[in-house]
């Protein structure tokens, strides 16, 4: 599961890339009740959602050339943001732009798998990543739909030399990742095949974030109230937890998974 101690390859940070900041600040306030935190003028419109002074995910305007959607992007965890950025040339990525100072607070860097699916790194200063994972309103799972699972698997392996497990799920195959070292209590996220009815849907690779919530079925109410689509209904996984999956106002999907009791 994840965790605030954050070590190489895990996820430390989230963001939302808008077309409109107000209108997304609105409707996460809507659904998670979180508080917008501007960065300052210096920062180009960027913020970061916040619950109780936590900072729980960042958010700012799209910037790159013919996005023009909202979108949940991961940060993973990285020692050498440059170094990370030469693994994902040799293993057929994209980099989208390469490693940048941001103020005293880290490094990032910004790329598309082999699949196409977009994600970037974090090289903590300042700033060590997201305040509080796992609890209501926070990140707790990463999942990876793409169109090559084998491809992308052995993209990944290669950039964060993750651990790979294959789990059984109705109709296809579902893997679990987590750091290297780790085990099946370390996963952090998921990575799965995206299915044809999710094709015909206009879906294309891409991460997914998902958020603990109390109330699976009260959190979707919410956010179709505020606007959002239903994407996934509510639904029931054994020893896994009651999930949705939406598109909010500005085009972004996400999830939210209440976890089962012994989860805690």
């Known amino acids: 599961m994840l965790s605030t101690d954050y070590t190489p390859g895990a996820p430390n940070w989230l963001d939302l890339g808008t077309p409109d900041v107000d209108a997304s ?3 996460y306030r809507e659904v998670f009740g979180w508080d917008f935190v501007s960065a300052g003028p210096e920062a180009g419109g960027y913020g970061m ?10 958010i700012g305007p799209n910037n790159e050339p ?24 040799q293993a057929g990525g994209g980099v989208r732009f390469s490693a940048m100072e941001v103020f005293d607070l880290g490094r990032m860097a910004a790329y598309a798998d082999p699949t196409g699916a977009r994600f970037c790194v974090w ?6 990543g997201l305040d509080v994972v796992n609890e209501p309103g926070t990140l707790y799972w990463t999942e990876l739909f793409t169109t090559d699972a084998p491809a992308a698997l052995a993209f990944y392996r290669s950039v964060f030399d993750w651990r790979t497990e294959d789990s059984g799920m109705p109709g296809g195959v579902y893997t ?9 209590s370390d996963a ?3 990575v799965m ?16 974030p998902y958020f603990a919530v109390a109330d699976c079925d009260a959190t979707l109410a919410r956010a179709v109230s505020a606007g959002g689509t239903i994407r996934v209904p509510a639904t029931d996984v054994p020893e896994v937890g009651r999930f949705a999956q939406i598109v909010d106002t500005q085009g972004a999907a996400f ?9 805690g």
């Open 25 to 27: 600040v609105a409707y």
């Open 49 to 58: 959602f916040r619950i109780a002074d936590r900072t729980v995910a960042g």
């Open 66 to 89: 013919g996005v023009t959607t909202a979108a949940w992007e991961p940060f993973f965890q990285t020692a050498d943001a440059d170094a990370t950025t030469k693994s994902v040339e």
């Open 123 to 128: 090289q903590p200063g300042a700033n060590k």
């Open 176 to 184: 679990l990742v987590s750091p290297a070292g780790g085990g099946e």
């Open 188 to 190: 952090h996220g998921g």
């Open 193 to 208: 095949q995206l299915d044809e009815q999710m094709l015909a849907a206009g879906a294309g690779p891409h991460w997914l």
């Open 255 to 263: 999830g939210v998974i209440t976890p089962p009791a012994s989860a």
